[in-house]
């Protein structure tokens, strides 16, 4: 599966490989829930098969709005509500049958505080989701539904 927004050259391989080693193997079948709207966020996820998506409610309309996706080869969590167990802002489902290596906010806050270099990345987990959401918000934002890149749409 070719991955759309790559990493923008930012090394996060300390991070799956983290995910590896500590994560445990997790496989949703479609329609399953990672984490659920306004419920504690709990965890995060290297995707290694499979797609998600990120799905709101409207406040004002109660419909759900499609805002984000995490493919193959990219990490799925609403980060960072999951670090510190706060309600998840969007219920994260899986599109298809898919599989991930899942940690919870707690193992990563440890993992983080080990070294220098942990604490480096937490930084760059977060220039990396600005990044990812910056590209994607243009995308959506400044194409016509035709042109968006997402593999996963019409």
Not at 26 to 48: D, F, H, I, S
Not at 56 to 61: K, L, P
Not at 74 to 93: C, K, N, W
Not at 127 to 150: G, M, N
């Amino acid at each position: 599966m070719e991955q759309k927004f790559d990493t923008n050259g930012i090394d996060i391989q300390l991070l799956r490989d983290f995910c590896e080693q500590e994560g445990e193997a997790v496989t949703y079948r479609k329609g399953e829930q990672l984490e659920r709207e306004g419920e504690p966020a709990q965890w995060m996820a290297y995707v290694t098969e499979g797609c998600f998506k990120y799905v709101r409610q409207g406040m004002s309309d109660g419909k759900a709005h499609l805002t984000w996706f995490s493919f193959e080869g990219e990490f799925v969590a609403d980060y960072p509500t999951f670090l510190y167990g706060r309600p998840s802002q969007a219920t994260i489902e899986a599109m298809m049958p898919s599989r991930v290596l899942r940690v919870s906010g707690e193992q990563l806050k440890r993992f983080f505080n080990q070294s220098k270099e942990t604490m480096e990345l937490r930084a760059i987990v977060g220039e990396h989701i600005l990044s990812q959401f910056r590209s994607r918000y243009l995308d959506l934002h400044c194409t016509t539904p035709r042109e968006h890149t997402c593999p996963y749409m019409p």
